[in-house]
């Protein structure tokens, strides 16, 4: 089945600094990618979503400056926490689903931990 | 307003009993419904799909129905065993992309 690889599954980083996570689809084309956000004991919020090739569509209240999302290729999406801090310390995770295709596939998650 | 809501928020079952976990949602007009489990600190993994024109699915020892006049998706669980314990996540797909998530139930299994 579909499978989407998310690294890294675990980083802790310094207040100020940047973060990339990276998302790929490892043997189907996605063309959608879906980026969440998870705070404990609470429900997936989805920050963004992005079309290859195209600029990120963000939700209502999520920074587009501080949250950098690139989609540039059909199988790698990266999201960027830039100049991280405390409260960003979350577990984000990637969707993603094939042009067509009905089913959401998840990677496994990344829990940043902003110090 | 499209809202997803799951009833209870967290279920304590003996092993072997059968189960069902809720889902509600505003606005019938879905596309499709997706049940997907979530163990601590992990990744959610996808356990049922049933698109708007089906009222089941069944995987297993799991089975999903759809009720789309009254909002609802119940997720039965046979026979539960202590690996079934996570938490259960519904997520409903109106029109375009997004799909939105309920806020869980945190199913233990006591063996």
């Known amino acids: 089945g579909a499978v989407v690889s998310q690294h890294p599954s675990r980083v802790i980083c310094k207040s100020g600094t940047s973060v990339k996570i990276e998302c790929r689809s490892l043997?189907?084309?996605?063309?959608?990618m879906f980026w969440y956000r998870q705070f404990p004991k609470q429900s997936l919020m989805l920050m963004a979503t992005?079309?290859?090739?195209?600029?990120?569509?963000?939700e209502q209240g999520v920074e587009k400056d501080k949250f950098l999302i690139n989609h540039a290729s059909l199988t790698l999406s990266t999201l960027t926490v830039t100049s991280a801090h405390p409260e960003d310390s979350s577990f984000y995770i990637c969707?993603?689903?094939?042009?067509?295709?009905?089913?959401?596939?998840f990677g496994a998650g990344s829990r940043l931990t902003v110090l | 307003k499209q809202e997803v809501t799951q009833i209870p928020a967290a279920l304590s079952v003996p092993e072997g009993e059968n189960l069902v976990l809720n889902c509600s949602f505003t606005?019938?007009?879905?596309?499709?419904l997706q049940w997907f489990r979530q163990d601590p600190g992990k990744g959610l993994t996808s356990l049922l799909l049933?698109?708007?024109?089906?009222r089941e699915q069944t995987s297993g020892r799991l089975n999903a129905s759809l009720d789309k006049s009254s909002g609802r998706s119940t997720l039965y669980i046979a026979a539960s065993q202590p690996g079934d314990s996570a938490t259960y996540l519904c997520?409903?797909?109106?029109?375009?992309?997004?799909?939105?998530f309920g806020t869980g139930t945190s199913l233990t299994v006591i063996p």
């Open positions: 043997d189907f084309q996605a063309t959608t």
């Open positions: 997520a409903v797909r109106w029109a375009g992309n997004q799909f939105y």
């Open positions: 049933i698109q708007s024109s089906q």
């Open positions: 969707s993603s689903r094939s042009s067509g295709a009905n089913v959401l596939t």
């Open positions: 992005s079309n290859e090739g195209s600029k990120a569509t963000y």
């Open positions: 606005d019938s007009a879905i596309y499709n």
